[in-house]
């Protein structure tokens, strides 16, 4: 069982920046790959960033490619989503997400979810 609790979130302006922090608990951490999804009202959750347990391997959503990089830190159990050069769609609820070693964009094979962390961009 891997409890996830995130952090970061908030109110920026267009092109600002936010850090998203998701702690884990759990002594397994580092055997699952981490996700970050997002939420928009309306809209289908969707994955924004993944990486493998061994930070192997990453994903991005083309949306923010070049934007956004996912990082881990296997020591302190955390993941982090840095977000630069924000912009008005990327207003959304951010989830973090866990799941056995590999990554896969079927939100419905994430085994472990956080609450989400709401992130607002204002033009």
């Known amino acids: 069982q891997v409890q996830l609790v995130e952090s970061g979130g908030g109110l920026v302006q267009a092109g600002g920046s936010l850090r998203l922090s998701c702690a884990a608990s759990?002594?397994?951490?580092?055997?699952?790959?981490m996700g970050w999804f997002r939420q928009a009202p309306g809209k289908e959750r969707e994955l924004v960033a993944a990486i493998t347990w061994n930070a192997g391997f990453t994903y991005y959503a083309d949306s923010v490619k070049g934007r956004c990089t996912i990082s881990r830190d296997n020591v302190k159990n955390t993941v982090y989503l840095q977000m630069n050069s924000l912009k008005p769609e990327d207003t959304a609820v951010y989830y973090c997400?866990?799941?056995?070693?590999?990554?896969?964009?079927?939100?419905?094979?994430?085994?472990?979810w956080g609450q989400g962390t709401q992130v607002t961009v204002s033009s």
């Open positions: 759990g002594r397994t951490f580092s055997r699952y790959a």
């Open positions: 997400a866990a799941r056995s070693y590999t990554v896969v964009v079927d939100t419905t094979l994430w085994d472990f």
